[in-house]
Nanobody
Framework: VQLVESGGGLVQPGGSLRLSCAAS????????MSWYRQAPGLERELVAG????????NYADSVKGRFTVSRDNAKNTVTLQMNSLKPEDTAVYYC??????????WGQGTQVTVSS
């Protein structure tokens, strides 16, 4: 199983980034998918999640109204659209897959830096 994140980088405050996670080696449509992030010195935290069908999403309060999570089960991808980025959004962002009663998987992470 592989989860490969892409789309991170350096962006100015107020800017946007689009992160993608490409999954392989698993039956993607059976997995709830999430994005987590971890900033230096802090614990990893949930940013956004989407159910296996895409019918349900949830967000951390800190990103509500700015971030949008979506998925394409035909392409085995999950995306995090991040708008109005703030310096406090700076972190390594991780893709996470979980199936009911089954194993969990993590991606390797992609760095997002918000700075002027």
């Amino acid at each position: 199983v592989q989860l490969v994140e892409s789309g991170g980088g350096l962006v100015q405050p107020g800017g946007s980034l689009r992160l993608s996670c490409a999954a392989s080696g698993l039956t993607f449509r059976r997995y709830d998918m999430s994005w987590y992030r971890q900033a230096p010195g802090l614990e990893r935290e949930l940013v956004a999640g989407i159910s296996n069908s895409g019918g349900s999403t949830n967000y951390a309060d800190s990103v509500k109204g700015r971030f949008t999570v979506s998925r394409d089960n035909a392409k085995n991808t999950v995306t995090l659209q991040m708008n109005s980025l703030k310096p406090e959004d700076t972190a390594v962002y991780y893709c996470y897959a979980r199936s009911a009663g089954g194993p969990i998987y993590w991606g390797q992470g992609t760095q997002v830096t918000v700075s002027s």
